[in-house]
């Protein structure tokens, strides 16, 4: 590892247009993933986290008022104001190392209002799992984020189980 006041040595050499290649840092290409292209992975996986912050609010408008139902209520609403801090964070870091994302999936509920909200949020527990491996592995940061909102989706299944 080089000394701060060797670098510093190295401007002069630059000046000269002679670099010394072996004190600058060393870089790993790596290809990049498909960002913003319609249809790839990653904008599908981002596109169902914002259509589990829509059903939440659906599911949230649409309780009754049967026992239990002002706990389902609020189960609900915490998840769709909770949830969208969190998927600006992941997509957020991800832009930052990646790109910007575009292309995303137009919001669809119709296939997934008629779901009871805990069969829902179960699936989409099931779906967060599997689906973030389409981000790599290595981005462990991101992967991070990925399971504060798995921890979210879990914590809204205990409130709308077992909370009346």
Do not use: W
């Amino acid at each position: 590892m080089q000394k701060f006041s060797q670098i510093k040595k190295t401007k002069r050499i630059v000046e000269q247009e002679e670099i010394d290649q072996s004190i600058l840092p060393q870089t790993i290409e790596q290809p990049e993933p498909e960002v913003g292209q319609e249809g790839s992975e990653v904008v599908k996986f981002f596109s169902k986290l914002f259509e589990s912050r829509e059903m939440a609010h659906v599911y949230h408008l649409q309780v009754r008022g049967e026992e239990g139902s002002y706990a389902k209520h609020e189960a609900l609403g915490d998840y769709y104001e909770d949830i969208v801090e969190i998927i600006d964070d992941v997509i957020e870091v991800y832009q930052g190392q990646y790109g910007i994302v575009d292309g995303y999936d137009i919001i669809d509920t119709s296939s997934t209002n008629s779901k009871d909200p805990v069969q829902y949020f179960e699936e989409i527990g099931e779906f967060i799992k599997h689906g973030k491996k389409c981000i790599s592995e290595e981005d462990t940061h991101i992967h991070s984020l990925i399971d504060d909102i798995s921890c979210l989706v879990y914590k809204t299944l205990f409130k709308l189980k077992f909370n009346k």
